[in-house]
Structures are given as structure tokens and as C-alpha cells.
């Protein structure tokens, strides 16, 4: 699988430790930056995750900032985007079995990198339920539109 990640100065150390995760699973990893501990605005790392998902250039996106809900937001912005911001592990599969997600966010504020771990390798092997879901997320697409 292909994973575009990106992250603010908020989300660095804790990007660090997934892409690790990320190696450790195979996954081919890009990453967009930010590369250090300076001050930078979220959005300028959401926009590129978020547009390379929706572009198809890459299969899933992961966005660490301090709480993953600026990081989110920008990102729903974006067509196609279903980002959902995870600080636990229940959610981590709802968030694909049910929503679909395709960009997950995380607060390295919020998660310690244990369970950041968890959530990641659980975000990233569950399939879509389908069925009903189905429906709900192309009602959300719909949205997109109006
Ligand atoms: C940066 O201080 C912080 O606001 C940012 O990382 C993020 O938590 C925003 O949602």
C-alpha cells in the first residue's frame, strides 16, 4: 500500500515513530514534510496528503499534528477526503469498517506512541463493511457537491 504522510511541527517526533510502523508493515511511505521543529501552519501539509488521496496518487494518507483536528479539518476540505481523527482503537476500525476513512489524523498531543502504533496497524487492515455503509458514504459524497 501506498501512504502519503505529512505532518505540523506539532505531529514531527510522533511521525517519526509511524513511519517506522509503516516501514516495519511494507508499506511504500512519502512524506511530505514538515522536516523539524519550527513553527509551520497544518494546512500547508494537509493540502498535499490530502490532494495526493485524492488524486489517487496514493492509496491512504496519515496527518500528525498536536490534537489531528486542525489537520483534519483542512483535509476534509479537500473532494474525496474522508479524514477521521483517532485517539483510540475502537474508532481506528469504525473509521474504516464503517466511514471508509482514507486519511486517518492523529494528535501527538493526545496519543502516546503505543497506542499511535495500534491505531495505525489497525487503521491500516481493516476493509470497508460495504452494504449499508455504502449508502452513508456516498450521501457524504453527495455533499460534496451542493
Ligand atoms: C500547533 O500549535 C497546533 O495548533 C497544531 O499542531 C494542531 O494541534 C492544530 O489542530
Redesign the pocket.
Known sequence: MRIVIGS????IHLKETVKKVLHELGMEVADVGCDGTD?VD?PDYAQPVAEKVAQGEFDRGILI???????S?AANKVKGIRCAVVSDEYSARMSREHNQANVLAL?E?VVGPGLAENIVRIWLTTEFADGRHHRRVDKIAALEGK
Open positions: 505540523d511541527h506539532g505531529g513553527s497544518y499534528c498536536g490534537t489531528g483536528i486542525g489537520m479539518i494528535g498531543r
